[in-house]
């Protein structure tokens, strides 16, 4: 029984070229929670919100449910579907899905072979994200559904010595700095979603960052990426620095870059811790480059 065939042959509605991306988000989901709690079951009532997020993000335009990738994934071999009265889903119904609590998850047998193969779950995240989304998007997916995808493919599952990553990090610092970049204001949104808006940890989590929201920034993609790249930091009294290594000719780059040097960030809203000086300072040495350009405000 070869799985990765099976997921990169899920059964999708199309037509003309219209995207049906329902069951593969659904599958990246529960492959995230089983990376996580390799015993855990996906009780629909409790998941309902998550999914329509990832419908809303990441799915076509048009308006969707989560309740049918929830029932439909059980006819390609790799979910399953129990209620109260038994093994088996009781349809398309979101009411009738929460009302006989039902809840999903892996098949036994593949539950099994990602056990034995930890690996496979690595591979199989990896079919699903090149055959239905672009790759600038593959790590917004995975951050958005909890799965740690450098992991899964060097063959880790998880265990209790094992950190863990917060799921809600992103939600959390978004909402903290009101869903708005910290260095540049862009609030980018389609409908409700955000979108271009990205959760940075200051102090990376492969060396001790936590998942908290005074390690977060909300930055829109760009300066996310030249802030993981040095060229943006945080000095005294949360101004944002502007490497002098850097160098941009353009006017864009003069405008979203250089002026920058000296401005206070941008949140986060009152109550909210702000970024931590240990996280702020370690990000300072590490990471940023060289000295800071005069203050340009």
């Not at 206070?264 to 040495?285: C, D, E, N, Y």
Request: charged letters at 25%.
């Amino acid at each position: 029984m070869d799985w990765l065939e099976r997921a990169a042959k899920l059964r999708q509605w199309s037509r003309d070229g219209v995207r049906a991306p329902h069951k593969p988000l659904l599958l990246l989901y529960a492959l995230g929670r089983f990376q996580a709690d390799a015993g855990g079951e996906l009780r629909y009532s409790e998941v309902e919100g998550d999914l329509k997020q990832l419908l809303a993000e990441y799915g076509p335009a048009r308006g969707s449910t989560p309740a049918y990738p929830f029932h439909h994934l059980v006819s390609d071999g790799v979910w399953e579907v129990r209620t109260d009265h038994g093994v088996g889903s009781p349809g398309t119904g979101v009411r009738e899905l929460r009302a006989g609590r039902a809840t999903g998850r892996l098949v036994p047998d593949l539950r099994a072979a990602l056990r034995r193969e930890p690996s496979m779950l690595g591979r199989m995240a990896r079919v699903l994200l090149d055959l239905h989304f672009p790759p600038s998007l593959h790590q917004d997916l995975c951050d958005a559904v909890g799965l740690e995808l450098e992991l899964a493919e060097t063959a880790a599952l998880a265990t209790p010595e094992r950190r863990q990553r917060d799921r809600r990090m992103r939600e959390m610092v978004l909402t903290a700095y009101e869903y708005q970049c910290a260095f540049c204001g862009y609030d980018g949104m389609i409908g409700t979603v955000p979108v271009g808006l990205e959760a940075a940890h200051v102090r990376w989590w492969a060396f001790d960052g936590p998942d908290d929201v005074d390690n977060g920034l909300c930055l829109c993609s760009l300066h996310h990426k030249l802030f993981d790249k040095g060229v943006l930091g945080m000095g005294d009294g949360h101004r944002i620095l502007v490497s002098q290594h850097f160098v941009g000719r353009s006017t864009v780059a003069r405008e979203h870059v250089t002026a920058l040097a000296g401005r206070p960030l941008i949140g986060p809203q009152p109550g909210v811790r702000p970024v931590a000086p240990g996280h702020r300072s370690w990000h300072t040495r590490q990471v940023f480059r060289g000295s800071p350009r005069p203050s340009a405000v």
